[in-house]
Structures are given as structure tokens and as C-alpha cells.
């Protein structure tokens, strides 16, 4: 799993980067936003970091900030695709996905 790994936004370079303790980094995805809606188009995670959850903790913090902020997301990059198929408490976030019921 993840070991002291910080994710945050950067709007300026329109991507989630995720650091280490010592504010090294060790991945991001990159993005494109409009009003309503956040696309998630790249994920990369350095290779000394690899098998340490920091693609997971990328896509994790990026679909709750994105949650937070009342926008939709469009997933173009395979890995949060993938990631997806394992986490369907994030499904609703999808710009395809229907109304839940509390919204009716």
C-alpha cells in the first residue's frame, strides 16, 4: 500500500500529483475541466514508486476532489478505467451515469 503519500491539485499544470513524506514525486494524472466536468486523460506512476498504491491514491483523492467540488467525471485513461471496475462507489461521478435517486 501506499507509504505517507500526499495527492494534491494543481490547477496551473492541470494535474493531481502525488508526493511522498519527503515531497518527492511519485505520480500524477494529468486533466482538462470545464464547468461541469473533469476528464482524467493520463495516469503515470514513477517507477521507484510502483506496487506501493500510489496509482490508487491518485485516483482515489482526483474522484473525491472532483466529488467535492460538485463536478462530473469523463475517464479516458485506461488505468483509472480499470481502477474503476473494483471501486463502483465512484460510478456516479461519471458523466454517463445516471441521476441517483436522491437527486430526482
Do not use: N
Request: contains cysteine.
Amino acid at each position: 500500500m501506499s507509504t505517507d503519500i500526499t495527492v494534491i491539485r494543481d490547477p496551473d499544470r492541470l494535474r493531481y500529483v502525488a508526493v511522498d513524506g519527503e515531497r518527492r514525486a511519485a505520480g500524477f494524472i494529468d486533466y482538462q475541466e470545464s464547468s461541469a466536468m473533469v476528464a482524467l486523460t493520463h495516469t503515470e506512476v514513477d517507477p521507484a514508486f510502483e506496487g506501493r498504491g500510489v496509482g490508487s491514491a491518485l485516483a482515489r483523492a482526483a474522484l473525491d476532489d472532483i466529488r467535492e467540488r460538485g463536478l462530473k467525471a469523463r475517464v479516458i485513461c485506461p488505468f483509472i478505467t480499470g481502477w474503476l471496475r473494483h471501486h463502483s462507489e465512484y460510478r456516479d461521478l461519471l458523466d454517463d451515469a445516471a441521476p441517483s435517486k436522491a437527486s430526482e
